[in-house]
């Protein structure tokens, strides 16, 4: 099976009795155009889908889209971690109920949990380990960053030492789930436009950025979608600005 075959048949299961007019554009525009015209992996289609999903609180999508994920090379272990990451960029109140339908998946699907640790920080090293990750991700600039406030103390011990120090997904990965997280919001374009350039030095460039976009845009709409190509433009000029 494919994403296109998944995904068409469980949104047709939902609406062709009462719908199917809208089903038959939806399934068409969703899983054959724009699948069709985007060239990224089946991995690399999910990972953002799943992250753009939590961004914009689509529960009942969500839940429908795991298991698609699921069985198109998304691991649980790289579910559990798109999920995980979520809490930094979203907050605990609005990615907690993701938790339920998560487990539930996993737990119907025979997937045993918990599932190995992919932590690789103590509570004693976190706030070194997340400073190191910061400037690897972003540069010497961020030494001492976690001096100049609290929440910068916490965003380095918590957000970077406790997430992005784990296993299970690489910088390339994470911050592409990032930037979906952050896009899927709206508003919040200054965090976006840092994160679009981490995301192009790390190697993901302004055309995979933009196709990553392209993919969900079926999922999170056009205003925000083209909000975020205007920020991955940007961000592309600016880093090759400084080169």
Known sequence: MSIKDDAQRVHANLLKTTDPDIIERINHFTFNEVQNEV???????MLSTLAYLLGMQANAEYKVMLPVALDNDVTPIEAKEVLYQAIDYLGLGRVFPFFKITNEILTARG???PLKS??????KNRLEKGEETQIRLFGKQMKDFAKKGTINKWLVDNCF??????TGLDDRD????????IAAQGGCEPQ???HAQANIKLGNDKEFLTKV????VPFIGYPRSLNAVTVINQADEAVNDKN
């Not at 060239?39 to 289609?45: A, Y």
């Not at 030492?161 to 784990?166: I, S, V």
């Open 118 to 123: 992919q932590s690789t920080t103590t509570m």
């Open 192 to 194: 976006l436009m840092v």
């Open 213 to 216: 976009v392209e993919q969900n």
């Open 111 to 113: 997937v045993k949990l």
């Open 174 to 181: 994470r911050e592409m789930i990032t930037f979906c997280y």
């Open 161 to 166: 030492g406790d997430y992005y120090t784990r």
């Open 39 to 45: 060239d990224l992996s089946d991995r690399v289609k």
